[in-house]
């Protein structure tokens, strides 16, 4: 009842004009850069991380999950219309709305992209405000060695979940755990890594890392795209849509079937609570298995709507999934919750099984922002804005860039009101462009920043409980859970390795 | 393959750098003190085993871009790996708006800074479309930290 009713009142804060605003808002701003080619939800998400200082922590919440449904859907526009995806999570959705386009079916095929992305954002939203409070109870019973275990097997499945970079994904890791034990030790009053500067005593926030990694580095990708992602304006120009032809015909939605919205929105939730994993793996799963299951797999890769609306469908569910481990075992698993994460972590709040418990009416306007995006706003907002979407990629580049530099820097300045942290977000900016460069995936130096403290803290703690035997990681059933689970995840991803039948493999995010 | 061309190849020097940074990190963890003491891990234990896994995974990465160095098929057709000069312009320009930002506050660091990523990005065309682009992204820039979050932005006298 308490959990019904914190849900109800997350949903009548939305209706406060302040709330609603910024939930409004970061829907059209996620829509913006999840359509632009090259910049993505997380960026838009890593650049509000700094305005967070300033913001009611349910109104910054608010904000993330509706720029984080918005640029799962909105990566659709682009692939559709001009073959490149907006997100790499709508690269399955380009495979099937750009033939569709050819055939002059481009805004039939946005609508069944907005169709599949409004059906499985919505039961993503539904499975998580039901999930999270089930699984934060179950969190409860996990102890000292199991936490450890639980981190280590999320730290490595976002390892090995690189597929083809496991090496590289695994040193971004160790990185990003390195640059977490900068400062005061997890468990003594000893200073590390400080090099003598006082600054650096009290650690590296995670704020600077984010707008290094996610938004300089991008600012520096982008000079150095050599005419990547160059959009023919012709193309867009002579692309003419109307309201009405976004609406996809009833008898092509009975023939994709409410079984294959679920089933999709099902493997996205899934995948979603995966560490690593992201909209791109889910859609590409949700996709292959959608192909492999279809009684006209021949028309896939022809422009067909099934495919979209189970690739839609997949990376919008995949929202939900993705905060039930960030919410209620503090284990963010991908880059948008991990940024989540960081916004409850600046309003000095822990997720864990207890914040779920004692502090569900602060989280639960977010459940409602990310059910009512999906349900109302991704439809809402194609029927009003979709024949002005095409226009957004012909934006000027070196404003777009310039006013991303501005926010992104004095944004990092908003922490401490200091060049400081400015200067680590560009120290970070420049690491990670040439991590990015050499394909280190810089999204695995963000999880393991934000798991590394916890993963030392538990694993001491432990061996503490046990007089240093570490015999305690394997006589404890919930760790032994945990590494089983590792040895089984380990063997199916890496020993033996999942077939792509001939998609080719899933980018990563 | 020339010895320039290893010298200068990302694939090689990204992993190399990352193992110099990783070795200055361990050689301040064994500063810390021993790994362990009266059975109970001490704070340097933890950066040890990470930074030796780090020097070994990157080991791996480094013996492996050697490899498809030497590979002359490979090497020829690889993406060229070196860092363009614009995006070390934009490294150079923002870290001197950083000092500029300190020195003479936000506004005319802002309006130079943008004015020259503009520059960058969309090249020498329509200098005047550009001056107001530039004008117009400070004052909303202002607007949304001074104005809308409250954020005391420094300013030249506030210095």
Redesign the interface.
């Given at each position: 009842m308490d959990v019904l009713g914190s849900m109800l009142h997350g949903f009548a804060m939305l209706a406060q004009p302040e709330v609603l605003l910024y939930m409004v808002g970061g829907f059209l701003i996620g829509t913006f850069f999840g359509a632009v080619p090259g910049l993505t939800s997380l960026l838009a998400i890593a650049l509000l991380l700094p305005?967070t200082y300033?913001?009611d922590v349910t109104v910054a919440l608010v904000a993330c999950a509706s720029i984080f449904m918005a640029g799962m859907c909105s990566g659709s526009i682009t692939a559709t219309t001009i073959n490149i995806p907006g997100a790499p999570s709508s690269m399955m959705t380009a495979i099937e709305g750009y033939p569709m386009q050819q055939r002059g079916e481009g805004a039939k095929a946005l609508g069944h992209a907005a169709l599949g992305s409004m059906i499985g954002g919505s039961i993503g939203a539904l499975l998580l405000m039901v999930v999270a409070p089930v699984a934060a109870e179950f969190a409860l019973l996990i102890r000292t060695p199991g936490k450890f275990a639980l981190i280590a097997f999320a730290l490595i499945v976002i390892i090995i979940s690189q597929r083809g970079s496991i090496?590289?994904g695994?040193?971004a890791t160790?990185?990003g755990?390195?640059i977490a034990?900068i400062g005061i030790?997890v468990?003594?009053p000893?200073a590390?890594?400080t090099?003598g500067s006082a600054t650096l005593v009290q650690g590296i926030d995670i704020m600077p890392l984010v707008i290094g990694a996610f938004a300089?580095s991008e600012?520096?990708?982008?000079?150095?795209s050599?005419g990547k992602h160059t959009v023919d304006l012709d193309q867009v120009k002579a692309t003419k849509v109307r309201r009405r032809d976004f609406i996809p015909p009833l008898s092509e939605v009975r023939e994709i079937g409410l079984f294959r919205y679920l089933k999709s929105a099902a493997i996205g939730y899934a995948v979603g609570t995966l560490p690593g994993a992201g909209g791109s793996m889910a859609a590409f799963v949700s996709y292959a298995e959608a192909m492999r299951s279809s009684k006209h797999p021949e028309r896939y890769g022809k422009g067909n709507p099934e495919g979209i609306a189970a690739a839609e469908c997949a990376n919008n569910s995949m929202c939900g999934g993705a905060f039930v481990p960030m919410l209620t075992f503090g284990i963010p698993g991908d880059p948008t919750t991990a940024i989540v994460l960081g916004v409850l972590v600046i309003n000095g709040l822990q997720p864990g099984p207890e914040f779920i418990a004692n502090q569900l009416d602060l989280v639960a306007p977010m459940f409602a922002a990310l059910f009512v995006s999906a349900l109302i706003l991704i439809p809402l907002t194609l029927y009003l804005l979709g024949p002005y979407f095409l226009k957004i990629v012909s934006i000027?580049?070196?404003?777009?860039?310039?006013?991303i530099?501005?926010?992104a820097?004095?944004?990092s300045?908003?922490a401490t009101?200091s060049?400081f942290q400015?200067?680590l977000s560009?120290v970070f900016?420049?690491l990670a462009?040439?991590?990015r460069?050499?394909k280190?995936p810089t999204v695995c130096l963000l999880l393991g920043f934000v798991l590394g403290p916890s993963l030392?803290e538990y694993?001491?703690r432990a061996?503490?409980i046990s007089?240093?035997n570490p015999a305690i990681f394997f006589t404890s059933p919930d760790s032994l859970f945990f590494l089983v689970l590792t040895a089984v995840f380990f063997y199916f991803m890496v020993i033996r390795k999942p077939k792509d039948r001939g998609l080719g493999t899933p980018p990563a995010g | 393959m020339s010895l320039k061309r290893f010298a200068t190849d990302g694939r090689l020097v990204v992993p190399c750098a990352l193992a110099i940074i990783t070795l200055i990190y361990l050689v301040d963890a064994l500063q810390l003190g021993p790994p362990m003491r009266n059975g109970n891990m001490t704070p340097s234990f933890f950066p040890i085993v990470i930074s030796v896994v780090t020097l070994a995974a990157l080991a791996v990465a480094i013996a492996q871009a050697y490899r498809s160095l030497c590979r002359p098929s490979e090497s020829e057709e690889a993406e060229p790996q070196g860092v363009s000069s614009k995006a070390i312009v934009v490294a150079l320009i923002t870290a001197a708006y950083l000092f500029a930002f300190d020195l003479i506050g936000y506004v005319i660091s802002t309006l130079a800074y943008v004015f020259l990523m503009t520059l960058v990005f969309g090249g020498r065309q329509g200098l005047i479309a550009k001056l107001v682009g530039t004008v117009i992204i400070t004052a909303l820039g202002f607007a949304l930290f001074e104005l809308v979050f409250n954020v005391r932005l420094p300013t030249l006298w506030s210095q």
């Open positions: 305005l300033s913001l090496t590289k695994m040193i160790l990185f755990v390195m034990t030790d468990m003594q000893v590390r890594f090099f300089i600012l520096l990708v982008q000079a150095d050599r000027r580049r070196d404003f777009l860039y310039s006013s530099a501005v926010v820097l004095v944004g300045y908003v009101y060049t400015m200067g560009l900016g420049v462009y040439f991590m460069k050499q280190y030392e694993c001491r061996m503490s007089d240093g | -």
